[in-house]
């Protein structure tokens, strides 16, 4: 018995659509990839694979890897899961077999930002995704910048009192999702101003 899986996988120039079923996917090129042991590999090695075979340069390029989930509990709605580190990976892969999903992801290539030289406050999303990503493979943990709230856009006033409350993970986010890492993404801090 081969322990190779067959995946379903989207990628090009295509656009994510929705229909009644969640995330349509037919606007991208599709190919099907047989993956190796996809249980017992790290999300670095199926990223440098995934590298190797869409001929990607990860020194000028990165890309992302979307899974197709479903983790409502009634009826067919399919969604997207960024897969960003070996944890991720494994907790779908764990439910895609214990669900029977069809094996499917969308593999999308970006760009890196250029370099805008020492002292420079400019950023990318796309350039954070790849610092975090090049982390997980070097086994280091990224925390997430703290998000802009209320009170940045209010100023610095020293005579504002501004509490952050810290909700307790209830073990379910927006939208239904139950997976440990969406959940702690969600769940953001709140700023109240008195």
């Known amino acids: 018995m081969s322990s190779k899986l067959r995946f379903q996988v989207h990628y090009g120039d295509g656009y994510i659509s929705h229909d009644a079923y969640g995330v349509d996917l037919s606007a991208?090129?599709?190919r099907e990839c047989g993956i190796d042991k996809p249980l017992e590999r790290s999300?670095?090695?199926?990223r440098k694979w995934f590298h190797e075979i869409f001929n990607v340069n990860p020194k000028t390029h990165f890309l992302t890897v979307q899974t197709v989930t479903n983790w409502g509990t009634e009826g067919?709605?399919?969604e997207l899961m960024l897969i960003a580190n070996t944890e991720e990976w494994r907790t779908y892969m764990q439910a895609?077999?214990?669900r029977g999903w069809p094996l499917a992801m969308l593999i999308q290539i970006h760009q890196k930002a250029a370099h805008f030289g020492e002292g420079s406050t400019s950023t990318s999303s796309h350039m954070n995704q790849a610092v975090e990503q090049e982390n997980e493979?070097?086994?280091?943990?990224?925390?997430?910048?703290e998000p802009q709230g209320i009170a940045d856009q209010v100023g610095e006033k020293e005579d504002q009192n501004v509490h952050?409350?810290?909700p307790e993970p209830q073990g379910l986010a927006d939208?239904?999702?139950?997976i440990p890492g969406i959940v702690e993404a969600c769940n953001t801090s709140v700023l109240i101003l008195r």
């Open 137 to 145: 493979d070097q086994n280091m943990h990224v925390t997430e910048p």
């Open 96 to 98: 895609a077999l214990d």
């Open 76 to 78: 067919d709605f399919w």
């Open 164 to 166: 952050v409350i810290q």
């Open 175 to 178: 939208e239904g999702e139950r």
């Open 28 to 30: 991208f090129e599709r």
């Open 43 to 46: 999300f670095g090695s199926i």
